[in-house]
């Protein structure tokens, strides 16, 4: 079976105000195809930071990543991220309601043209307003609108 992912020499070094702090040095790591595999250990020891290392998330951690033979650095940080994925395990909610959470992508001015002045984009606008209403009211409702 060939290896699927692999990290090598994977070191990582976090800033503190007592000068930079290792939280692990040289790791290597192998992953085959359809592998699953616990990473466990105590609350703090750098197993998310490990994950983020591997995703290319931290700036602070080194080494050299395989994806089925191919170095990372042969990626566009994009496309390592759309095939080497972390999810946190404290979830992290734009905004302050589920409501600004939903709404939050269509105010990206990249989303603005393709929907200004076409129906769609209308009724996603009352639709998104209703929800403003319910998460003001603690409820959606007719009252709501």
């Known amino acids: 079976m060939s290896q699927f992912f692999r990290a090598a020499r994977v070191s990582c070094e976090m800033p503190s105000a007592h000068g930079p702090q290792a939280v692990f040095s040289n790791l290597d790591f192998t992953a085959q195809r359809g592998e699953i595999i616990d990473l466990t250990g105590p609350s703090g020891v750098g197993k998310s930071t490990l994950l983020m290392a591997f995703a290319r998330l931290s700036p602070y951690c080194t080494g050299e990543l395989f994806l089925e033979g191919r170095n990372s650095l042969d990626y566009t940080p994009q496309q ?49 307003n209703s929800l403003r209403g319910a998460s003001q009211h603690g409820g959606y409702g007719p009252d709501d609108e």
């Open 80 to 128: 390592w991220r759309s095939r080497v994925s972390y999810l946190p395990q404290v979830p992290v909610l734009v905004g302050t309601s589920v409501a600004d959470a939903i709404r939050s992508p269509w105010k990206f001015a990249v989303r603005r043209p393709a929907f200004s002045g076409s129906s769609c984009g209308q009724r996603l606008h009352l639709w998104l």
